[in-house]
């Protein structure tokens, strides 16, 4: 059982930078890919970013240089960095873990993008 918290979340202005963090609860961390998703109003819950227990890194082509994603299985966290936001990136952004059949999501940490 793994239990994931986000946190970092809050209003930004466009342009501006927020770090997202999910720290996870349970064992065998460094054994899970992770990603990170996010859900706007009325839209579908989609994948910004992933990354794998190997630390292969994927992003969606909507984020590409703009958010890092970043894991420390030390602190059993992983971390996404979102620079340069936009309206569009308002959403609230949920962390996943992923380990064979088992799949976890944490509560979600809202972001918005206003001026």
């Known amino acids: 059982q793994v239990q994931l918290v986000e946190s970092g979340g809050g209003l930004v202005q466009p342009g501006g930078s927020l770090r997202l963090s999910c720290a996870a609860s349970?064992?065998?961390?460094?054994?899970?890919?992770l990603a990170w998703y996010r859900q706007a109003p009325g839209k579908e819950r989609d994948m910004v970013a992933g990354?794998?227990?190997?630390?292969?890194?994927d992003y969606a082509d909507s984020v590409k240089g703009r958010f890092t994603m970043s894991r420390d299985n030390a602190k059993n966290t992983v971390y996404l960095q979102v620079s340069r936001l936009e309206p569009e990136d308002t959403a609230v952004y949920y962390c996943?873990?992923?380990?064979?059949?088992?799949?976890?999501w944490g509560q979600g940490t809202q972001v918005t993008v206003s001026s």
């Open positions: 990354i794998t227990s190997g630390g292969r890194i």
């Open positions: 996943n873990a992923k380990g064979g059949h088992l799949s976890y």
């Open positions: 349970g064992s065998a961390f460094v054994l899970y890919d």
